[in-house]
């Protein structure tokens, strides 16, 4: 069975500084990976997702995240914070189960920013 | 630009009650599912529609039922609602073999008393 460990269920960066949510997943097969930011009142937005080919995923909003097989880990990473980055980030497994793609959620990381 | 439409944002029930939660989505998507969220347990799925006249169960279903009305509308319905079903709705959409849900609606904010 597949899961999702999020690491730290709140972040503080300051403003410039470096963004790091760690995520660890499990899975059985060579599972697709992503992540999702929520904003207050709103739905989930997909930041990025790694399926296959290079391990490094580029996505919206500067984020990256790199796809480290042989430590089970997806972590998100940014260069340098904005407020406008203060947010909840959900990462996310799936792999195939049936006739879909059954994707599991970790329980979410609120990140603040700090002017 | 409206995406995935959810209607309504906000609900207050009595336990026993029952109402319908609407999903519309104007992408073309052939894949719809519904999650609730909870606070420190992520998303969890109730239902998923891969097709038009498809629908599955997904981690969480009992309490409720869905219909796929046609390609943009998925609605959730509870038919005697129970205050363990307090929660945040999303509606979601995706392609086909897109392998997850791409786009959310703003969620609907259920409370039942």
């Known amino acids: 069975a597949q899961s999702v460990t999020q690491l730290g269920s709140h972040v503080s960066v300051s403003e410039g500084a470096l963004v790091l949510l760690r995520c660890n997943y499990s899975s059985s097969v060579p599972p697709y990976l992503f992540w999702y930011v929520q904003y207050p009142n709103q739905g989930l937005q997909l930041l990025l997702k790694?399926?296959?080919?290079?391990?490094l995923v580029k996505g919206i909003n500067g984020f990256e995240a790199e796809f480290k097989k042989s430590e089970t880990s997806f972590h998100l990473t940014k260069p340098s914070a904005h407020m406008s980055d203060a947010a909840e980030y959900f990462c996310a497994v799936s792999e195939a189960s049936g006739g879909y793609q059954k994707v599991t959620f970790g329980i979410g990381t609120k990140l603040q920013v700090i002017p | 630009n409206a995406g995935v439409t959810q209607t309504p944002k906000f609900q207050v029930l009595k336990t026993g009650q029952s109402m319908t939660l609407q999903c519309a989505q104007d992408m073309n998507h052939n894949s719809m599912y519904w999650y609730r969220q909870d606070p420190g347990m992520g998303l969890r799925l109730i239902y998923y529609?891969?097709?038009?006249?498809?629908?599955d169960k997904g981690e969480v279903p009992n309490g409720y039922n869905v219909s796929r009305l046609n390609k943009r509308e998925f609605s959730l319905r509870l038919e005697s609602a129970a205050p363990s079903q307090t929660s945040v709705y999303f509606c979601?959409?995706?392609?086909?073999?897109?392998?997850?849900?791409?786009?959310f609606g703003d969620g609907t904010r259920l409370s039942i008393l």
């Open positions: 979601a959409s995706g392609e086909q073999g897109a392998g997850q849900p791409q786009h």
């Open positions: 790694y399926t296959t080919g290079a391990t």
């Open positions: 529609s891969a097709s038009e006249g498809t629908t």
